[in-house]
C-alpha cells in the first residue's frame, strides 16, 4: 500500500532522539557472516527493509536467522545452498553487492546480478571486479549477471583502489581473510563503518592491519569463527536529526552518536552558527533564530558525507544569505532540489554544484522524492516549512530511517503517516 506523511511545520523539536544502529554497518555486516559457518549474534541491529532485504537474500543463500525485531540477531550459514543473488533483489538495493566476495571466499563461485542505474547515478562496480580478478577470480558478464569464480580459490594480491569505494573495500577486505596468503589494498575507503566492519572480521578471527587506514593488509586464514557483535550508532541519521534541531530552530540531545564520526559535518553546523556539544553518551545540538550560510563540498571520509548532502541543503535554503553545495560522489545527487523549490526555496544548479540563496521562510506543499535521503531532506524542510506538506513514495524512508515519525513526534513533531 503506498503511503505518504503529513507534516504541519513551523515547531521547534526538543528533546531526546535516540540513535539506532547504523544501516551501512548492519548490511556488510550481516553479509560478513557468509564467511562462516558458525552462529554470529548482533545487537543493535536497526529495523529497516534493507536490513529485512538483506536477511531475505542471505536466507536464499543457505542462511538461517532469528530476528526479534528488537535489535538482536542471530545468523548463521552452515552450508551454502545456493551462489546467485538474483536480479529482483540486487535491483531493489544495490548493497546486495557486497554478497560477491564472501560468497568466492568460502563457496569460490558467485553469480550475482548487475546492479544497474539507480536514482543516485550510474554506480558502477568495475572497482569491485578489476579487484577480485587480481585475487584470482574468472568473471564473465551473462545475461546481465556477474558469474564469478575462483576454481582454485583466492590469492592474496595488491590491490589499488582508483577511488576510496565504500562497498568495493569492504568486498576485497571480507574476500581477502579466507585468501591464501597476504592482501593490500591500497587508496582502501576509511569510513567509520569499515573499521567497524574490520572490528567484527577480526572478532572472527581475520588477521587485518590498518584499521582507519588507506592501507589495509589482510593476511588470510583458513577459517573464521561466530562472535557476538554490537552494531555502533549510525553517524547519517544521527546528522539528519542535528539538522532537524538546526531547521526547527530547537534543541535535540542525540542519544548514541559519535562525535568523532560526524566531525566535519559538526564544524560546518558550528561555522553556520548552531551550537553542538559533545555530551558523554551523545551529541546536543541547539539552533538559534539566524543560520549562517556556509558553503559545503562533499568527499570521502572524513570529508563531508554525501548522504548528509540533501539534508544540509534543506537546512541553507533557510540561511541568511548564500551558499554552494558541491557534490562529488555521485552524479545525480541533486534531485531533492526541485521538491525544495515547489516548498517556495531559491536555488540553482551548474553542474556538480548548487547555488543556495536563503528564503525567509518555505512554504508546505506536495513533494516526492526518488531517494532515500532526497525524501528525509523533504521531511525537514517540511518540519520548516509554513502550513502543511505531505511527502509522497515513504518507502524510501523506510529503507533507512527506523521509526522516523515517532522519533520526530515524541520531540514535538506534528506529522503523521497516512494511507493514500
Ligand atoms: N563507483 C564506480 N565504480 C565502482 C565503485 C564505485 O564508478 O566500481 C563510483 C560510484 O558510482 C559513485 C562513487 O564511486 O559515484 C562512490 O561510490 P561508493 O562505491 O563509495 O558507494 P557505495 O559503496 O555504492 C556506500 C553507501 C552509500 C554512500 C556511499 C558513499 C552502503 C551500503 N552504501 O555506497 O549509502 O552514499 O557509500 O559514501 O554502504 C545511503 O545510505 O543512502 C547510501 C547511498
Redesign the pocket.
Known amino acids: 500500500m503506498m503511503q505518504g506523511m503529513r507534516i504541519v511545520g513551523g515547531t521547534p523539536l526538543n528533546g531526546t532522539v535516540k540513535i539506532s544502529g547504523a544501516?551501512?554497518l548492519a548490511?556488510?555486516a550481516l553479509v560478513a557472516t557468509l564467511l562462516t559457518d558458525a552462529k554470529i549474534t548482533f545487537s543493535n541491529v536497526p529495523n529497516l527493509s534493507d536490513v529485512n532485504c538483506i536477511l531475505s537474500l542471505l536466507e536464499s543463500l543457505g542462511s538461517k536467522y532469528e530476528n526479534d525485531t528488537k535489535g538482536t540477531i542471530t545468523i548463521s550459514t552452515p552450508t551454502i545452498l545456493s551462489h546467485i543473488a538474483p536480479y529482483d533483489i540486487v535491483r531493489k538495493m544495490?548493497?546486495s553487492i557486497l554478497v560477491l566476495g564472501p560468497l568466492l571466499a568460502r563457496n569460490h563461485a558467485a553469480k550475482v546480478s548487475l546492479p544497474g542505474g539507480c536514482a543516485?547515478?550510474?554506480?558502477?562496480?568495475?572497482?569491485?571486479l578489476e579487484a577480485l580478478k587480481l585475487m584470482g577470480v574468472d568473471i564473465a558478464l551473462n545475461d546481465g549477471y556477474i558469474d564469478a569464480s575462483a576454481k582454485k580459490g583466492l590469492f592474496g594480491a595488491n590491490i589499488k583502489l582508483p577511488?576510496?569505494?565504500?562497498?568495493?573495500t569492504e568486498n576485497v577486505l571480507m574476500a581477502a581473510t579466507l585468501a591464501k596468503g597476504k592482501t593490500r589494498i591500497q587508496n582502501a575507503?576509511k569510513?567509520p563503518?569499515i573499521s567497524a566492519l574490520i572490528d567484527l572480521l577480526t572478532l572472527m578471527g581475520a588477521k587485518i592491519e590498518g584499521k582507519g587506514t588507506s592501507e589495509i593488509i589482510v593476511n588470510g586464514v583458513d577459517s573464521l569463527r561466530g562472535t557476538c557483535f554490537e552494531i555502533m550508532s549510525d553517524r547519517?541519521e544521527a546528522g539528519t536529526y542535528a539538522i532537524a534541531a538546526a531547521i526547527t530552530k530547537g534543541k535535540l540531545f542525540l542519544e548514541g552518536a559519535r562525535y568523532c564520526d560526524l566531525k566535519i559535518f559538526l564544524d560546518t553546523l558550528q561555522n553556520s552558527g548552531l551550537t553542538v556539544l559533545e555530551n558523554e553518551n551523545g551529541i546536543t545540538i541547539a539552533g538559534r533564530d539566524s543560520i549562517k550560510p556556509c558553503s559545503i563540498s562533499t568527499g570521502?571520509y572524513p570529508g563531508f558525507?554525501?548522504?548528509l548532502q540533501a539534508q544540509y541543503t534543506s537546512l541553507m535554503t533557510v540561511a541568511n544569505g548564500t551558499s554552494t553545495i558541491t557534490e562529488n560522489?555521485?552524479?545525480n545527487r541533486f534531485m531533492h532540489i526541485p521538491e525544495l523549490l515547489r516548498l517556495g526555496a531559491n536555488i540553482s544548479i551548474h553542474g556538480n554544484t548548487a547555488t543556495v540563496n536563503g528564503v525567509k521562510s518555505l512554504k508546505g506543499a506536495q513533494v516526492m522524492a526518488t531517494?532515500?535521503?532526497a525524501s528525509v531532506s523533504l521531511v525537514l524542510a517540511g518540519l520548516a516549512a509554513q502550513g502543511t506538506t505531505i511527502v509522497n513514495r515513504l518507502y524510501h524512508l523506510d529503507r533507512?530511517y527506523e521509526a522516523l515519525e515517532t522519533k520526530l513526534k515524541l520531540c514535538g513533531a506534528n506529522i503523521e503517516r497516512f494511507n493514500i
Not at 163 to 168: D, K, L, N
Open positions: 544501516k551501512n548490511l556488510p544495490r548493497a543516485i547515478g550510474a554506480r558502477g562496480v568495475e572497482m569491485h577511488f576510496p569505494t565504500v562497498t568495493g575507503a569510513e563503518e547519517i570521502p558525507p554525501t548522504d560522489i555521485f552524479e531517494d532515500l535521503r533507512g
